[in-house]
């Protein structure tokens, strides 16, 4: 993202990941704009719950919200996007959304520290919390898809403060 072009950053990975912190430091420092897909997808789980099965059409709807919402964004600023959102459910299907819409103007980073830093981080939090199961039952369906995304987009942040990983992995992004 060291061009002068616009682009979109998908930043997603499991709760306790990082994902908010480098998404904040993004926006503060490199002047992207920031959507808050957990905070977009409330509207349809109030509750949580957006991995049951019963909640297959909800959670695309949320999605279809979040896609328009970055869509927008997108087209009518003048400064890169970045996403932050665990995103649940079909992982790769809405990344191919994305993909679709956006094409090389796209890129996709996972935070993946281990489960146990993950864990750690959450319950450190002053926000709202994921849980151990979530957090794992999510790393597993991470691990799943890791071939389908590249291993060289999933970023090991263990042992790293956020500004740490903010320098040694975003510091260079274009600033819009």
């Known amino acids: 993202m060291e061009n002068s072009e616009k682009r979109i950053l998908i930043l997603t990975g499991p709760g306790g990941s990082g994902k908010t912190t480098i998404a904040d430091l993004l926006e503060k420092k490199c002047g992207f704009i920031k959507i808050d897909g957990d905070n977009l997808d409330t ?3 109030p509750d949580g719950g957006q991995w049951f099965p019963e909640n297959v059409e909800r959670l695309k709807r949320a999605h279809e919200k979040i896609f328009d919402e970055v869509k927008q964004q997108f087209n009518n600023g003048k400064n890169n996007v970045v996403l932050d959102y665990i995103i649940f459910g079909d992982y790769l299907k809405f990344f191919e959304m994305f993909k679709k819409e956006f094409g090389d103007k796209l890129e996709i980073k996972v935070l ?8 750690k981080r959450d319950k450190e939090r002053e926000c ?3 849980g ?5 039952a999510v790393r597993n ?3 799943v898809i890791k071939n389908k995304i590249g291993k060289e987009n999933f970023i090991d942040t263990t042992n790293q403060t956020p500004i740490d990983t903010f320098e040694k ?8």
């Open 169 to 176: 992995y975003f510091s260079n992004y274009f600033r819009g």
């Open 43 to 45: 509207e349809f789980f």
């Open 141 to 143: 369906e991470f691990e």
């Open 128 to 130: 709202w919390t994921t």
């Open 132 to 136: 151990i199961d979530r957090i794992s």
């Open 112 to 119: 993946f520290p281990t489960q146990e830093e993950m864990i």
